[in-house]
């Protein structure tokens, strides 16, 4: 597998207008890539095609017309010169302001379009199918600008790089806009569907809006989904991914998954292979305030579920949250310095004293039953 | 008004241009008689081989350049400016027959007239026939720059320039006009080899 083919660039290729080190590369590319090299043999014979086109000599008497339209135009000037002066000075006014407005409208067309072309974007190379952006079909690559929609029907795939600090692949049936690219920030927003993202910047400057919370990159590699009502499900494979909202943030590491939800933002982060009983009385603590769900939450976490234990601290009443400390600290008891009493007042360096001491606790592998789960749960 | 007298190809052009600035009817000629196949034949098969119309923009295309080549400042090269007007003019002649004739399979090029003897060889050809009416066939986009490319054997970027899009986005019509081309007359591969050998 290539990570980029050089498909658009044969015909420059083979016209020997590429610079020499992209020259370079597509040959290296060609010696290795069969789809490339056959792609390049059925460019090379429509260059040997186009090359035979025969140039057509002009018809005679071609000449003779252009010399009579031209004197035909001397005598037009010399006739409308007097005239000129002849006419009403109003109509004139008239037909400054009309040209004027033309003009004005001409010039703001203009520097829109001119403006709406320099918008930056990202380019798109298209996987399988027909996916569109801007509601036209890309062919094997197109730039998605800022403001722009891509969009993938059910037999359509794309892949989007991300600036020079990743890459999204987008799966299909999936809807996703390109709100910002600048150096400090790349935004998308996924309104529904699948992505997969390869981010290798440094943490906080990719992030996915979605109806339900904002994936903030911390170095990594996931995959979000959006389904229809705005609800989502992010599983992180590499690395740390931030779930947030105003009011809720949920630290999501590799193997662990979150589901988000419209108005309740990101729920509790779990492992992946955390017993079903443990994902489905989570899902009913966060999304459906059902509080009694927390029994089977505290009966069912294993070490590693101090990643969902952690969490909840903030989120549960106080009398909860009690209870959530003591099965916290059987799990995993708390580092020098961090207290009950601390933990249950939501001292917040505490919290995070604790929550780097746990961390060692987090790595785990991914299992599909969340998958399973979380479909139950809401498709 | 006196002839300029022409020392080399270069200043030959500059000098003509010079000239027709100050309305030099034989520079005029001599700047026509210069360029007008290649205009014609750009005009031919963008119209798909409408003599009639190709001949009309020819026209209109040096009537442009004579009443305009004042404002040419010698700031773009002379034949960058030349080919933006023929190709403009093809745009905006084409739109006005959109309704008339449509472009697309099946249009039959008519042969041209000129060079009857040249023609009729070129016209015996099934590849150079072919590939006429699979130009024909082209998106008038990428048409545009098919053209550009083989008939003023123009760089990426002179006709970049001409058409006033990105070196890339010519690149990529290019990709797509051989591409089209090949799909439709891969059949001629044979026939190609062979025209090639015989020279």
């Known amino acids: 597998m290539f990570a980029r083919h050089y498909k658009k660039h044969l015909s420059a290729y083979a016209h020997g207008a590429l610079a020499p080190e992209e020259a370079a590369r597509v040959a290296a590319h060609l010696a290795a890539c069969a789809a490339c090299r056959a792609e ?31 004197a035909r135009e001397s005598n037009r000037e010399r006739e409308r010169a007097p005239q000129a002066k002849t006419l009403f000075p109003s ?36 996987v399988e199918g027909a996916p569109r952006v801007a509601s036209s079909r890309i062919d094997e690559r197109g730039r998605l600008r800022v403001g722009e929609w891509l969009e993938t029907d059910s037999a ?3 892949e989007i790089a991300v600036a020079n600090i990743g890459e999204v692949e987008v799966e299909p049936n999936t809807r996703v806009r390109l709100v910002e690219t600048r150096l400090t920030e790349h935004r998308l927003e996924l309104e529904r569907g699948t992505l997969h993202a390869r981010i290798w910047a440094p943490p906080r400057l990719f992030f996915v809006n979605t109806p339900s919370a904002v994936a903030a990159d911390l170095g990594c590699a996931y995959t979000l989904e959006v389904d229809d009502k705005g609800r989502g499900l992010l599983h992180v ?12 943030e949920s630290i999501v590491p590799a193997g662990a998954a979150c589901m988000t939800e419209p108005g309740a933002g990101p729920g509790t982060p779990f492992f992946e292979d955390a017993p079903e009983p443990f994902v489905e009385a989570l899902a009913r603590l966060d999304f459906e305030h059902d509080r009694a769900s927390l029994d089977a939450v505290l009966a069912g976490a294993r070490v590693k579920d101090t990643l969902t234990l952690w969490h909840l601290l903030p989120r549960v009443g106080v009398e909860e949250r009690a209870r959530v400390y003591e099965r916290l600290a059987a799990l995993a008891p708390p580092p020098d310095g961090v207290t009950r009493e601390g933990v249950i007042g939501l ?33 | 008004m006196e002839s300029v007298v022409l020392t080399g190809e270069e200043a030959r052009g500059e000098a003509v241009i010079e000239a027709c600035k100050q309305g030099d009817r034989d520079a005029f000629r001599r700047l026509f008689e210069r360029h007008k196949d290649r205009v014609y034949s750009v ?11 190709a001949s009309d923009v020819t026209q209109q295309v040096f009537l442009k350049l004579f009443t305009r080549i004042r ?6 090269e002379f034949t960058t400016w030349l080919y933006r007007l023929t190709t403009n003019l093809c745009v905006d002649e084409q739109r006005k027959r959109r309704r008339v004739q449509q472009f ?11 060079r009857r003897a040249q023609e009729e060889s070129l016209a015996r050809s099934e590849v150079a026939h072919s590939v006429k009416r699979a130009v024909a066939a082209l998106k008038p986009k990428l048409r545009v720059v098919m053209l550009l490319k083989y008939f003023e054997e123009m760089s990426y970027e002179e006709i970049a320039d001409v058409l006033g899009l990105s070196k890339g986005t010519v690149a990529s019509r290019l990709n797509r006009g051989h591409k089209a081309l090949a799909r439709k007359l891969g059949h001629l591969r044979g026939a190609l080899l062979r025209e090639e050998r015989e020279g």
Do not use: H
């Open chain 1, 40 to 70: 390049f043999e059925e460019v090379k014979l429509g260059i040997r095609l186009a090359e035979s086109l025969p140039s057509v000599a002009a018809p005679a008497g071609l000449w003779e017309g252009i010399e009579a339209a031209l």
């Open chain 1, 91 to 126: 109509r004139r006014r008239a037909l400054t302001a009309a040209f004027a407005t033309v003009l004005v409208a001409l010039v703001a067309g203009g520097a829109w379009l001119y403006l709406r072309a320099q918008r930056p974007g990202w380019e798109v190379a298209r």
């Open chain 1, 156 to 158: 359509s795939r794309a």
């Open chain 1, 237 to 248: 494979t590499s690395g740390y991914v931030a779930l947030e909202t105003e009011a809720r």
């Open chain 1, 347 to 379: 001292d917040r360096p505490m919290l995070d004293a604790w929550k780097t001491n746990l961390e060692g606790n987090w790595l785990g592998e991914s299992t599909p039953a969340i998958r399973r789960v979380w479909r139950n749960l809401w498709r």
């Open chain 2, 43 to 53: 005009a031919l098969y963008f119209f798909g081989g409408d003599e009639a119309t």
């Open chain 2, 71 to 76: 404002q040419f400042q010698g700031e773009a």
């Open chain 2, 104 to 114: 697309g399979e099946g249009f039959e090029l008519s042969e041209p007239r000129g």
